[in-house]
């Protein structure tokens, strides 16, 4: 019986359990001694199961009521409380399934690391998932915080794995910085939610009775703070640096898990601990949310750096999900509950969409990076034929992430979409104008990141090498290849099987805006309002299109011979044929760069016509960068200039500052 | 209560102290401003006695011969000493010109006064105006520091200050528990012998005692 | 049901077949306006068999996508045939794929014709596809724009629920209905690689987009395309009546309206290919920088149209 | 008992080591001592727990749980440093850098400057309070200027002179008090007790003691180094021997704060209105950021963490101004976690600098490569000082901000502003020189990090567990400040 009731039963404490067990495992791995494999094929393989059962336990969580427990640590008064609720089982979902391919991934991709940084990454790392989970089961503001910031030192460190190189020194810089700067703001805004006297924990901030006015300063914050790590325009400059200079299973984490705690705390704190919204918080949100998602697929289609490219897509899909944001508040401040469901339903999904197909981008790159060492678009090319396995596992992603049907990408669109076209009938016509524009923005986005898709895929899979050595690339390993059929395998099903997402999610959204999409009867048809008004049967589809495929192929194949010959490309006849004649990324991204030049600050470097070897070198830099940081930066800088002045080293005039403030104080305090 | 000619000879005193503060702003010579130093903790001596003997406090008369030999033989002599061994006996130019250091003075005095008046008020003992004075001399000696370029011009400001400070504990308050006393003489012999490790090291290390040389440790 | 399940393989099975004719008509009308003597209205037919007989030619570095686009773009362009309602209303399949997911299946088969034309890593095809894809990023949302114009008249995303609204009711003016239908026409002229966004004709590797995707293509893949392409233009023309006209369409589980349905629908489509190639006698070639503008101006036109249905209509 | 020996031990362990002289293992004697001081601290502070506040020799020494746990603190600092500078200053010598003269000096005065902070920290007698400070101040002088360098000469005649004004008011500051105070409790020793004055300070004359309250504030605070008279701190931290930095930002300040909130309760019980509260948010404000500013602009390793401490102590006496259980709380648990963070980050630095042979930043390059410990020292411990967790100095920011917004929200977007600069300056200069590329070689000799990471664990071990009694303890202090 003892053994019985030290067994955990509530949810929450199998989360901790399975928190606890990555912590040591993250420990072992800094201790132990062994061989490569033993390190990242034994403690990584451990760590996924960690993530398996987290996953396991979000699932469990969804299911069952929530359940709370108190660690013995943390600050007197305020031990650390736990509770894992529908909102955090689903976003534990998330995390671990997500967890699982990248780590299965990871324990091949860091085989061929040197010990004694190997030791100290799998530290890092174990560290950095018991962080996310902990933001997730947090139930105090102290807990919540630590738990935050542990992550981000954590990501820090990863992020700097390679700390010789300065850029990456210097991405990792910003990325801390914005990091630091979001969490105090995040300080503030638990320091107007908290009931006064030091009560911090999350119950006695769900009954604080604030002001329309306090409650908008806490969602401002809240915004800032979980804006800077979720990469909102304009706090988004440290992601395109941070992503791509960590390893690229910590790109995968950062950029499908991490930036998804931002979201929930956002959620959290809007919908959970705040009980008043007011209405023009839903459009604020929504306005950010579109220009982040527009901003963030530009700025994709030019970049040349592939990674670099897949962290500004990241960006792009956090602003759709902030965009779903604004409309599910939209709606819920104006008393439209089946709508709010809606766009909340379509968030989650497209979170955890996002954390599958950006999750396998990300280790797609990570095995061209290993093979090939290039993570510079311009140097590869015509993969497909030297890593099969890597390149159709990407395409699913690639596919998925441009919202095609029948994949998840879609479904999430589709979802989000549907509302748009629901508004009419606001209460503020001003919405009934915003809307339109909103989703042709959406709509804008979508195909954009289509076309960065296509660039993405086809500069690195298709066409020929660009250079020789990549004759010689080889495919990643089974692991590898095992995680990477994970994600896609998540890919494929979560947009098959929209109808039983939705209702996994449904707890999630009931416990958020009080009521859920009415499921539909039949488990085929995904049907959000009603059949009438639109529907959506991903299996059929999927099936017309694989029949009428087949179909299509046998009957060629019985009536005509399937004779082929081989030959050079035909190419209009033209007698070069070279690789550097295909379009380079840079190419490709032309003419977006062309259309959208207004955003950004191009550098070109053109060769004259005297050049020995001729090269050409064009980079769209971030304006905002150019405009908002650096005039910050500077603004400091003649700040502490005058600040420096008052120490000119002469002991006269320091006595004169104490002089000057015993003279004004006795004339002050009189 | 004490006949009352004691309280004026004691406030004669004190003026004479504010006085001697004003002469050391203005003086120049280094030797001028130890002598006036000297007096100063001379007259310091003179009103403790006078009002140890006044109010029968007892203790005031070991403070005021503490003062005597600290304040009117050994710093002085050693000031002479150390201004003969490193000869340093030139004329000092303050930073700001004598006239307006003296009037930045009167006005730094009106302004002690009238903050010290409604203190004074609460004062149980005989001579409460005192307070003022000493606040005021407290103000000079502070601006005395501020206005002079070399190391020894400072240090005596410094120990100016001292002094007012030692001279409201004695006649505004009947002087600090005997113990405080000592400690305070005790630190402020401790500190003119640090001093004159310093002046020694601060010689050797700028062979003057110029505090322009010490200017280096800054912003830049 | 069943009548349902007929009548979806014969209107698919219907479009597929008829597809090319529509095709051939276009430019029968085209050779006609220009003076040329005209090929017969089969000459499609004609093509693809010939296509079908080939041996394909296919480049040393074509990778298995190279081979497995044109089964993929005829199979979509099948099932986009298949639930635009051309002749009856409310099939079976319809639920399986509303409005947006129609534009889905479009951009799925854009997408793959693109790879497909970066696979084999000619100059030629990655610039087609730059191209095509430089087209489709404006032309996608303008179409899923239109789309939400009709929808918002009929509060439904359902496409045989919009034909049904526009058609089987009295009649109304929709101003937004004229922006949209401005704004589809650009599209279509744009997504089907017609005159004066592109010239299905012409092999100047400076102008061309859907051409130059397509260069290495040969025999049947060849041939599957060319009749995906055909089908494309059917499903647009189909789109554009059920949208804009679409009287005469037969109601649900009407079997004995199907006949009149069938000539209308003919009528109409006769009439549109004529006007089609009438317009692309008439008009000329706009140069490719000019592209993003036309289609900028259709994308506008159709955020105009939900304005003003937003303004006027509701 | 204890307090006698707590006195006893440090000022013999002086004289010891002045006659003992440059013996070979002076420093482990030096060590020795700080360690039977530790020890007694020890006792004391279980007598406290045990026992409760109590008062020692008719009234000359009171002990609460305010100032025990700054004692122990003290003790405990006080003997890592020394277990720290044994081969620091070792390593120093053999630079000849010192001779054997100063190291005699160093070691003695080290003694006699830990006996002044005891005597300052458990006297009830606000005039011996002011006795010991300037005892302490004089100890540290010399210790200051010991590379008789000319840049430390000069640091040293700032501290003096500067320090020497300030405490001369925090004198007449003292003076004032014992004048409000005999007219209550009558003259003589008895009026400058501070629990005497505690039990009455009601009936203390105000406007008095407002007057007298700006001159100790003014005195005493530019000893915490409150900006705008903090100008002696940075140079005094940067030339002195690293342990003298450690001890002094780690230690000093800390008493003199002690002595601010000292004479802190006497006004607030005095005067009704909150005064001397405004006042200490003022200057607190006013040094973090003006500190934070004057971080970015720094070359000079121990200088920058010299600011740091000032803009640390800025936050606590801002805490300590805003007053309440919990925000007097937050200051104290601030006051430990920046003793024992600043000292470690001196520690880790004063071998980094001395490997390197320079303090400038710009020289000092990827000490991960040449000494992972050193290096993991520094990183980790600006961490924490930038106030990340799970380190401890986190659990005071976070309660001081919060608090801070829920009281004063108009102070916050300074702190905002302030931390983001400081953060951004400090760990933009740590990262290059923890990361990176070097070509020093390793070092010859085994540094002495146990301290560094001692402090490190204990920091981090308050960060996520602070043990009851510990709390209690702090509990009963924030009482005590009028929590």
Not at chain 1, 504 to 521: D, T, Y
Not at chain 4, 96 to 116: E, M, P, T, V, W
Not at chain 4, 424 to 448: N, W
């Amino acid at each position: 019986m003892e053994i019985l009731s030290l067994f955990p039963r509530e949810p929450v404490q199998w989360a901790w359990g399975f928190v606890l067990f990555w912590l040591a495992l993250g420990f072992v791995g800094l201790l132990m001694q062994g061989s490569q494999w033993l390190r990242s094929g034994l403690v990584f393989s451990l760590g996924a199961f960690g993530a398996l059962g987290i996953a396991g336990v979000g699932v469990a969580g969804l299911m069952s009521p929530a359940s709370s427990m108190i660690l013995p640590i943390g600050l007197p008064e305020l031990p650390f409380h736990l509770r894992l609720d529908a909102l955090s089982a689903f976003f534990m979902v998330l995390l671990g399934s997500a967890a699982f391919g990248v780590t299965v991934y990871a324990s091949s991709y860091f085989k061929s690391m040197v010990a004694g940084s190997l030791a100290l990454l799998s530290l890092w790392y174990h560290l950095f998932l018991a962080g996310m989970a902990m933001v997730l089961l947090a139930d105090d503001a102290y807990a919540f915080m630590v738990a935050w910031e542990v992550m981000a030192l954590s990501s820090y460190f990863l992020v700097t794995t390679d700390h010789k190189i300065p850029e990456i020194r210097r991405a990792g810089f910003l990325y801390l910085l914005i990091a630091h700067v979001g969490a105090i703001s995040l300080l503030l805004t638990f320091g107007v939610l908290q009931g006064g006297q030091g009560d911090y924990t999350f119950d006695t901030m769900r009954f604080a009775q604030l002001t329309p006015f306090w409650a908008s300063v806490v969602y401002l914050l809240a915004l800032f703070g979980f804006g800077a790590k979720a990469g909102l325009v304009p706090l988004h400059v440290w992601l395109p640096e941070a992503h791509p200079a960590a390893p690229s299973p910590v790109s995968a984490l950062m950029s499908g898990v991490m930036l998804k705690t931002a979201i929930y705390g956002l959620l959290r704190v809007t919908f959970d601990l705040l009980n008043v919204q007011v209405a023009w918080w839903g459009t604020l949100a929504l306005a950010l949310g579109l220009i982040t998602a527009l901003y963030g697929v530009i700025f994709a289609a030019v970049q040349s750096d592939m990674k670099r490219l897949l962290a500004w897509s990241s960006i792009e899909n956090i602003g759709v999900i902030l965009a779903a944001f604004g409309l599910t508040l939209i709606f819920y401040t104006d008393g439209k509950g089946a709508l709010a469901a809606l766009t909340l339903t379509a968030l989650l999904y497209h979170a955890i969409n996002h954390a599958f197909f950006k999750g396998l981008l990300f280790v797609g790159t990570g095995s061209v990076l290993h093979a090939t060492g290039v993570r510079h678009m311009g140097y590869l090319g015509g993969l497909m034929r030297f890593m099969p396995w890597t390149a159709w596992l990407t395409l699913i992603g690639a596919l998925a992430i441009a919202g095609l049907p029948p994949l998840n990408g879609f479904v999430s669109e589709w979802l989000l979409l549907q509302a748009f076209l629901l508004t009419p009938g606001l209460s503020q016509p001003y919405l009934n104008m915003v809307i339109p524009v909103a989703a042709a923005t959406v709509a804008l986005a979508a195909a954009l990141s289509a076309y960065v898709m296509v660039k993405f895929y086809g500069v690195i899979f298709l066409g020929q090498p660009r250079d020789q050595a990549l004759q010689h690339a080889h495919d990643i390993d089974w692991a590898g290849r095992l995680g990477m059929l994970w994600l896609a395998a998540g890919c494929v099903l979560l947009g098959l099987l929209p109808t039983q997402v939705i209702s996994w999610i449904e707890p999630v959204v009931r416990m958020l805006v009080g009521q859920a999409l009415p499921g539909s009867g039949n488990w085929l048809l995904l049907t959000p309002i009603s059949a009438e008004r639109a529907s959506y049967a991903p299996l059929i589809f999927f099936a017309v299109v694989a029949v009428v495929l087949l179909l299509t192929f046998f009957w060629v194949r019985r009536i005509y011979h399937g004779r082929v010959r081989r030959s050079d490309p035909w190419d209009c006849g033209y007698p070069e044929q070279d690789a550097r004649m295909q379009d380079s990324a840079e190419g490709f991204g032309q003419p977006i760069r062309q259309i959208f030049e207004v955003f950004m600050q191009v550098e070109r470097e053109t060769p004259d016509p005297f050049d020995r070897q001729p090269r050409y070198r064009g980079a769209s830099l971030d304006k905002l960068w150019f405009i908002l940081y650096l005039p910050i930066a500077r603004v400091v800088g003649w700040l502490s200039d005058q600040a420096g002045r008052l120490q000119h080293g002469r002991i006269q005039w320091y006595l004169i500052y104490s002089f000057a403030t015993l003279i004004f104080l006795l004339v002050f305090t009189r | 209560m004490a006949p009352s000619y004691h309280l004026q000879i004691v406030n004669l005193l004190a003026a004479l102290l504010l006085l001697i503060s004003f002469a050391m702003l203005s003086q120049r010579r280094i030797v001028g401003l130890i002598t006036l130093f000297a007096w100063q903790g001379m007259a310091l001596a003179a009103s403790a006695a006078l009002v140890a003997w006044a109010t029968g406090q007892h203790h005031l008369y070991y403070s005021a011969a503490l003062t005597l030999v600290l304040k009117v033989i050994a710093m002085p002599w050693f000031f002479y000493r150390t201004v003969r061994k490193l000869d340093v006996d030139r004329d000092v130019e303050p930073m700001i010109n004598i006239p307006t250091t003296m009037l930045i003075g009167i006005v730094l005095v009106i302004f002690a006064f009238n903050l010290a008046l409604p203190i004074s008020q609460f004062s149980g003992t005989v001579t409460r105006s005192t307070l003022g004075i000493a606040l005021a001399c407290v103000l000079l000696g502070f601006l005395m520091m501020i206005t002079r370029k070399k190391a020894i011009p400072q240090v005596i400001g410094f120990l100016a200050i001292e002094n007012s400070l030692f001279f409201a504990a004695t006649s505004a308050t009947y002087g600090m528990p005997l113990v405080v006393e000592l400690g305070v003489a005790l630190d402020v012999m401790v500190g003119v012998i640090v001093l004159s490790i310093f002046f020694f090291q601060i010689r050797e290390a700028f062979d003057s005692l110029d505090l322009k040389h010490m200017e280096k440790l800054k912003e830049r | 049901m069943s009548t349902g399940i007929v009548l979806q393989f014969t209107q698919t099975l219907l479009a597929i077949l008829l597809a090319p004719l529509l095709m051939g008509w276009v430019n029968q009308c085209r050779a006609w306006l220009q003076g040329r003597n005209a090929p017969p209205i089969t000459q499609p037919y004609r093509t693809l068999r010939k296509l079908f007989h080939k041996d394909a030619v296919i480049a040393h570095n074509a990778s298995p996508l190279f081979r497995f686009a044109p089964y993929m773009i005829f199979s979509c362009m099948a099932l986009a045939a298949g639930i635009v309602p051309t002749i009856a209303n409310d099939l079976p399949f319809s639920p399986a794929a509303d409005a947006i997911a129609l534009v889905g299946i479009f951009a799925l088969a854009r997408v793959f014709l693109a790879l497909a034309a970066m696979d084999v890593g000619t100059s030629f095809g990655t610039l087609g596809a730059r191209r095509e894809m430089l087209v489709a990023f404006l032309a996608e949302p303008a179409l899923l724009m239109v789309f939400f114009t009709a929808s918002l008249i009929s509060h439904s995303t359902e496409l045989p629920v919009i034909v049904a609204a526009l058609a089987h009711r009295e009649f109304a003016i929709y101003p937004s209905l004229a922006f949209a239908g401005v704004a589809f026409w650009m599209i279509s002229v744009a997504e089907n690689a017609r005159i004066p966004v592109d010239n299905p004709t012409t092999h100047l590797e400076l102008t061309m987009i859907h051409e130059a995707m397509i260069l290495e293509y040969s025999a049947r893949h060849l041939a599957l395309i060319e009749w995906a392409v055909a089908l494309k233009l059917f499903t647009y023309s189909a789109l554009g009546i059920a949208l804009f006209l679409p009287w005469g369409i037969a109601e649900q589980g009407r079997v004995d309206m199907l006949p009149l349905a069938l000539l209308a629908m003919i009528a109409k489509l006769l009439l549109g290919g004529a006007l089609l190639a009438f317009i692309e006698t008439i008009s000329a070639k706009v140069r490719l920088f000019r592209a993003p503008e036309f289609l900028g101006t259709a994308f506008m036109l159709a955020v105009l149209g939900m304005l003003i249905n937003f303004l006027l209509d509701v | 008992m204890e307090i006698y020996w707590l006195l006893g031990i440090p000022l013999t362990g002086g004289t010891f080591l002045g006659l003992w002289g440059s013996r070979k293992n002076a420093p482990e004697i030096n060590a020795f001592f700080s360690f039977l001081t530790l020890l007694a601290a020890a006792f004391l502070t279980y007598r406290i727990v045990d026992q409760g506040p109590m008062i020692v020799g008719e009234g000359w020494f009171f002990i609460d749980s305010f100032n025990v746990f700054l004692v122990a603190l003290t003790a405990f600092v006080a003997f890592t440093t020394a277990l720290f500078s044994r081969p620091y200053m070792r390593i120093e010598k053999e630079h000849g850098k010192l001779n054997d003269k100063r190291l005699r000096l160093y070691h003695s005065s080290y003694q006699i400057f830990i006996g002044a902070m005891f005597l300052a920290l458990t006297t009830n007698n606000m005039g011996i309070l002011w006795v010991a400070m300037e005892a302490a101040t004089l100890a540290t002088v010399l210790l200051v200027s010991l590379y008789r360098t000319p840049a430390s000469l000069e640091a040293a005649w700032k501290y003096f002179i500067l320090c020497g004004v300030g405490i001369a008011l925090a004198l007449f500051g003292t003076i004032l008090l014992y004048f409000a105070a005999e007219k209550v409790l009558g003259s003589g020793g008895g009026a400058l007790l501070w629990t005497h004055l505690n039990g009455v300070k009601d009936r203390l004359e105000p406007t008095v003691l407002s007057l007298a309250f700006v001159f100790l504030l003014v005195g005493y605070g530019t000893k915490v180094g409150l900006a705008p008279l903090h100008s002696w701190l940075p140079d005094a931290h940067a030339e002195g021997p690293t342990p003298v930095s450690a001890v002094l930002s780690g230690l000093l300040l800390n008493v003199a704060l002690y002595a601010v909130m000292r004479s802190k309760v006497l006004v607030d019980g005095a005067l009704e209105n909150d005064m001397a509260s405004n006042l200490m948010m003022g200057f607190g404000l006013l040094s973090v950021v003006l500190a934070a500013f004057l971080i970015k602009r720094q070359t000079d390793v121990k200088r920058m963490f010299a600011y740091s401490s000032i803009e640390h102590m800025g936050l606590i006496t801002f805490a300590f101004g805003m007053g309440g259980p919990v925000a007097n709380f937050a200051a104290l648990l601030h006051m430990t976690m920046h003793s024992l963070t600043k000292s470690a980050i001196f520690f880790a630095v004063g071998h980094a600098t001395q490997k390197a042979g320079t303090q400038l930043m710009a020289d000092i390059s990827g000490l991960i490569k040449t000494n992972p410990t050193i290096g993991w020292g520094l990183m980790l411990g600006t961490i924490a000082i930038l106030g990340v967790p799970p380190f401890g100095v986190f659990a005071s920011e976070f309660l001081i901000i919060t608090t801070a917004m829920h009281e004063h929200p108009w102070a916050t977007p300074f702190l905002l502003l302030a931390l983001g600069v400081a953060f951004a300056s400090i760990f933009g200069k740590v990262q290059p020189m923890v990361f990176g590329e070097t070509d020093l070689p390793k070092l010859p000799y085994q540094p002495a990090l146990t301290p560094v990471f001692l402090h490190l664990g204990l920091v981090l071990m308050l960060g996520l567990f602070i043990p009851p009694y510990l709390a209690a303890w702090y509990k009963q202090a924030a009482q005590i400040l009028g929590g």
